[in-house]
C-alpha cells in the first residue's frame, strides 16, 4: 500500500534555532518528492520539488534531502523565524499509466517556533 | 496573476442540504484537482478534471459527490444530502499541465464546509 509517513508529528523550537523534519514513503512506482509548507487555515504552498536522481536541494533557509534507496526524506530548516511556524506536509508522487500521475500526502510535521 | 480561488472559504450547512464549492483554476491552467482534508489527516485525493472531462474520480465517494470543470466557468465540487462527516476543508489545485514528473501544483485557500 502506498504510504507516507512523518515523524515527529508536532515540534516546538525556539526562533533561531535548527529542525529537521522526517519522511519514510512505501510508494510505488516512485516519481518525485515535494515539501509543501501549510499555515493554518490557508493552502499548502510548495517549497521544493525532487526528482530519483536528486539527493539534496535548497531554498533559502530550508534543505531538503532524499535517499531513494531507504525511501527516506528530510527537510532542515536553518535558523528559524516565527514565520516558520505551520505544518510541513511531505509528498510522494506516484507514476500512474503514462504520464499521470497521483499525489500521496503525508499527515504533516506542526512546527512551532516560539520567541 | 491571480493564484487559484476557491470560494466561499467557510460554508455552513444542515444536514441534509446541498453544498457547492468552486475553484477558479489560475490563467493558463487547464488541470483541476480536488482534495479533501480532514482535522489530524493528510490530503485525500479526491478527483482530477481538465475541461469538460473527468480524468480520475477514483477518490471520490460513489455517491453524493460530483465534480464539473466546464468549458467556461470555474469547477464546481458538489455535495448533495451533506452529512456531518462531510465536515472538512476542501482544497482545489491546479496545474497548466498534469502532474508529470515535477509538474508544479497550486492550490487555494480552501473551503471550508461544516454541516451542522
Known sequence: KNQVEQSPQSLIILEGKNCTLQCNYTVSPFSNLRWYKQDTGRGPVSLTIMTFSENTKSNRRYTATLDADTKQSSLHITASQLSDSASYICVVSARYGGATNKLIFGTGTLLAVQP | ?116
Not at chain 2, 453544498?19 to 489530524?40: D, N
Request: proline content about 6%.
Open chain 2, 1 to 116: 496573476n491571480a493564484g487559484v480561488m476557491q470560494n466561499p472559504r467557510h460554508l455552513v450547512r444542515r444536514r441534509g442540504q446541498e453544498a457547492r464549492l468552486r475553484c477558479s483554476p489560475m490563467k493558463g491552467h487547464s488541470h483541476v484537482y480536488w482534495y479533501r482534508q480532514l482535522p489530524e489527516e493528510g490530503l485525500k485525493f479526491m478527483v482530477y478534471l481538465q475541461k469538460e472531462n473527468i480524468i480520475d474520480e477514483s477518490g471520490m465517494p460513489k455517491e453524493r459527490f460530483s465534480a464539473e470543470f466546464p468549458k467556461e466557468g470555474p469547477s464546481i465540487l458538489r455535495i448533495q444530502q451533506v452529512v456531518r462527516g462531510d465536515s472538512a476543508a476542501y482544497f482545489c489545485a491546479s496545474s497548466p499541465r498534469g502532474l508529470s514528473n515535477t509538474g508544479e501544483l497550486f492550490f487555494g485557500e480552501g473551503s471550508r464546509l461544516t454541516v451542522l
